[in-house]
């Protein structure tokens, strides 16, 4: 079945009663996140299955998803050249050199110009530009208040944890499975920290995607017939320094990047 081509066909398959079942304020609201791949039709219960199973994706192809991050990415590039940047280099936890605010994004230098324009010397995909650019417009600034709460723990993250876990905790567990090298390039190449196993986990690594945005990444080894899991944690205040999608989709660029990695480098596990 071919792909939405944008959110108002999402729109106008759903009931429009604004019901909120599915989490989000208004069916339009709903219909955005669909399309941005950020939550699954099958979210609205409102829906039959004969609909979801027609506008289900056949595959992770080009469609949409890929696309339509594109497409928000352009809209935010345009905000942000509206933006007092001073101020948001303050609140971010970044610095303004002339005309250009530098943040370190994972360790490295990420710069924004007052066009809008990105600077980086590293491949951000836009799964990871966006929750910059969205902090940078919307963050709160907050400090981290260093307690470690999961996904579904944020507000309006129970909704979406299904979906969180399948594109992001999932994919990077495989990879994490297979690839020795995984946290190893977590902390040389991201600039991660080895912390003491939280949770009771074999390995734990903080991350810093934004400054004041940490992310924890825990990963429990196989053991006693009980398969190996990984699961991400994030500060408590990380739903008001980005709003929950940009946090889902923060999950789904990292996992995507460490994807990449693993495949460029081919460490598996002996
Ligand atoms: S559950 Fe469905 S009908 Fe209700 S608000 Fe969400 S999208 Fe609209």
Not at 49 to 70: L, Y
Not at 223 to 250: C, H, K, M, P
Request: charged fraction near 25%.
């Amino acid at each position: 079945m071919p792909q939405p081509k944008h959110a108002m066909e999402v729109f106008q398959l759903l009931d429009k009663s604004n019901c909120r079942q599915c989490g989000e304020k208004t069916c339009l609201a709903f219909a955005g996140a669909v399309f941005r791949g950020q939550r699954d039709l099958r979210q609205c219960p409102m829906l039959s299955p004969e609909v979801v199973v027609r506008f289900e994706p056949d595959s992770e192809g080009p469609n949409s998803a890929e696309q339509s991050q594109e497409e928000h990415l352009d809209g935010l590039k345009a905000e942000i050249a509206g933006l007092d940047l001073q101020e948001a280099a303050e609140r971010a936890g970044g610095r303004l050199a002339g005309s250009r605010l530098t943040l370190k994004v994972l360790g490295k230098d990420f710069g924004v110009d007052s066009s809008g324009s990105l600077i980086t010397d590293i491949h951000v995909n836009p799964w990871v530009a966006i929750p910059v650019l969205t902090h940078l417009l919307h963050g709160r600034g907050l400090p981290a208040a260093g307690n470690w709460v999961s996904f579904r723990e944020l507000k309006d993250g129970a909704e979406r944890y299904p979906l969180f876990r399948k594109r992001c905790e999932e994919p990077m567990k495989s990879v994490a499975d297979l690839h020795t090298g995984l946290f190893d390039d977590m902390v040389h190449i991201f600039n991660g920290q080895q912390v003491q196993e939280q949770f009771e986990s074999d390995i734990s690594v903080v991350l810093h995607p934004l400054p004041k945005v940490p992310l924890m990444v825990c990963y429990w080894l196989p053991e006693d017939g009980l398969q190996s899991s990984l699961n991400l944690f994030f500060d408590e205040t990380a739903d008001r320094n980005l709003d929950i999608g940009s946090i889902f989709t923060l999950g789904v660029g990292l996992a995507q990047m460490f994807q990449k990695l693993s495949w460029r480098h081919g460490s598996p596990r002996a």
